[in-house]
T-cell receptor
Framework: GQNIDQPTEMTATEGAIVQINCTYQTSGFNGLFWYQQHAGEAPTFLSYNVLDGLEEKGRFSSFLSRSKGYSYLLLKELQMKDSASYLCAVEAYGQNFVFGPGTRLSVLP | SAVISQKPSRDICQRGTSLTIQCQVDSQVTMMFWYRQQPGQSLTLIATANQGSEATYESGFVIDKFPISRPNLTFSTLTVSNMSPEDSSIYLC?????????FGSGTRLTVV
């Protein structure tokens, strides 16, 4: 099976930078995804990491270390609309796509 | 990426009744996934639906409670049977696409 852990809640200020961590334990790792979910809406895809390193996409970046079972999502220049839940999810060979518990981010003015 | 049309978007149902949720994808996909998201929680996989074979259910979910149909490569239904208030959740379908997993807009179910 897979075990995924994220902080439950985080708070940050508009314009700041926030890092949301995700640790996982799995065999047959195939990739790690980050999703954003606003209240009452479906999750939307943010990033996908297969290899170690940093993937940058505008204000959002995602980092992966497969040897450490660790990823983080970095959000820069925070905006009020970034207040949402952020879910990391792991895909593994022969296993289903599993979501972490999610991190609820509140951006304050 | 694929576009998924899911309906109904929400429903309020009496306990003991059943509700069927539909997902239509704009392209052919091998596998479709059904998730449940209880209030304030993350997504939990219910089952994987393959065309032409019986769905594969995760631990804690059974076919009698959540029957699934997959008549072709673009469509699937999930039925929530003999509902109780504990079934009140958001139900989402999903497909694997080139850049990740795409989700339907979800069905918010309230059982009274």
């Amino acid at each position: 099976g897979q075990n995924i852990d994220q902080p439950t809640e985080m708070t940050a200020t508009e314009g700041a930078i926030v890092q949301i961590n995700c640790t996982y334990q799995t065999s047959g790792f195939n990739g790690l995804f980050w999703y954003q979910q606003h209240a009452g809406e479906a999750p939307t895809f943010l990033s996908y990491n297969v290899l170690d390193g940093l993937e940058e996409k505008g204000r959002f970046s995602s980092f992966l270390s497969r040897s450490k079972g660790y990823s983080y999502l970095l959000l820069k220049e925070l905006q009020m609309k970034d207040s949402a839940s952020y879910l990391c999810a792991v895909e593994a060979y022969g296993q289903n796509f599993v979501f972490g518990p999610g991190t609820r981010l509140s951006v304050l003015p | 990426s694929a576009v998924i049309s899911q309906k109904p978007s929400r429903d309020i149902c009496q306990r003991g009744t059943s509700l069927t949720i539909q997902c239509q994808v704009d392209s052919q996909v091998t596998m479709m996934f059904w998730y449940r998201q209880q209030p304030g929680q993350s997504l939990t996989l219910i089952a994987t639906a393959n065309q032409g074979s019986e769905a594969t259910y995760e631990s804690g979910f059974v076919i009698d409670k959540f029957p699934i149909s997959r008549p072709n490569l673009t469509f699937s239904t999930l039925t929530v049977s003999n509902m109780s208030p504990e079934d009140s959740s958001i139900y989402l379908c999903s497909v694997r696409t080139g850049d990740g997993y795409t989700f339907g807009s979800g069905t918010r179910l309230t059982v009274v």
